[in-house]
């Protein structure tokens, strides 16, 4: 009877070991992997709950073969970025150009996380002063312009500390426009979609696009009366432009801000 006892407790004992062991290598637990690898496998209950071969590896979201235990095993991890850097000054001085703001990448996405999104931005600008500081860029022409958000990294005061001139606000009547500003599907420059015949937009005039010693802008009309047809610009697209006629003069700009647009 002792002997039988032993022999059963020895049994037990083997059992509980193959169980432990069972227990330890299958599910997902260490085995996580990136991207679809059919070696990342297993054998163990599925999220179908048929018990086989399972996966561990970030493909197996798609393929549905995932092993039970791939969710709390293998979390997702979005991926994260860090902030925009400022924005660069414009590539090229005294004409249209284009500015630049960067981010990177702080951590990668894991197991089926939300892929990183774009790392660079573009926008319009320009920039009234070259690499030695002289004034240039006041040449006649036509307007140029871009979106309103850009008057928001414009300085409000000098060097000194002495606030600059406002400036002021012309509204006009689109009157024409080319194609190609609304096939453009970049973010810098989503804003010329707004740009439509018929409508009435407000173009602000500000410092530095405002010239100081005539208090104008390049292309914003004063000079010209209601019927003549004025020439615009995008800025952050050479294909997109077309013609407005002036309407009026005004402090402020007061059109919905996706008809509001600033002289560059």
């Not at 860029?137 to 928001?152: D, E, L, Q, R």
């Not at 006009?172 to 409508?199: A, Q």
Request: proline share 6%.
């Amino acid at each position: 009877m002792m002997g039988f006892s032993v022999q059963f407790a020895c049994w037990l004992l083997v059992v509980f070991a193959l169980g432990e062991n069972h227990l330890v290598s299958g599910g997902c637990s260490g085995k996580c992997c990136r991207g679809r690898d059919t070696n990342c496998l297993t054998t163990d209950w599925r999220m179908d709950r048929a018990h086989g071969t399972c996966y561990c590896d970030e493909g197996c979201v798609r393929t549905k073969d995932c092993c039970f235990d791939y969710f709390t095993e293998c979390p997702a991890q979005d991926c994260v970025v860090s902030d925009w850097s400022f924005w660069s000054g414009c590539a090229k001085p005294c004409q249209p150009s284009v500015r630049i703001r960067v981010r990177h990448i702080e951590q990668q996405p894991h197991n089926s996380g939300q892929p990183c999104p774009g790392l660079e931005q573009r926008a319009g600008c320009r920039e009234y002063r070259d690499h030695l500081g002289r004034h240039c860029g006041f040449n006649s022409g036509p307007a140029f312009i871009t979106s309103m958000a850009f008057a928001k990294g414009r300085p409000k005061h000098d060097s000194y500390g002495n606030p600059l001139n406002p400036g002021f606000c012309v509204e006009f009547k689109l009157e024409s426009r080319t194609p190609h500003c609304t096939v453009e599907n970049r973010p810098h420059t989503l804003w010329m979609r707004y740009i439509t015949e018929g409508f009435n937009v407000c173009v602000a005039c500000e410092p530095p696009a405002m010239r100081n010693n005539t208090s104008s802008c390049q292309g914003d009309g004063q000079e010209s009366d209601k019927e003549t047809v004025l020439h615009w610009q995008a800025v952050g697209n050479p294909q997109c432009s077309g013609t407005w006629k002036k309407i009026q003069k005004t402090l402020r700009c007061a059109c919905p801000p996706q008809h509001s647009f600033v002289f560059i």
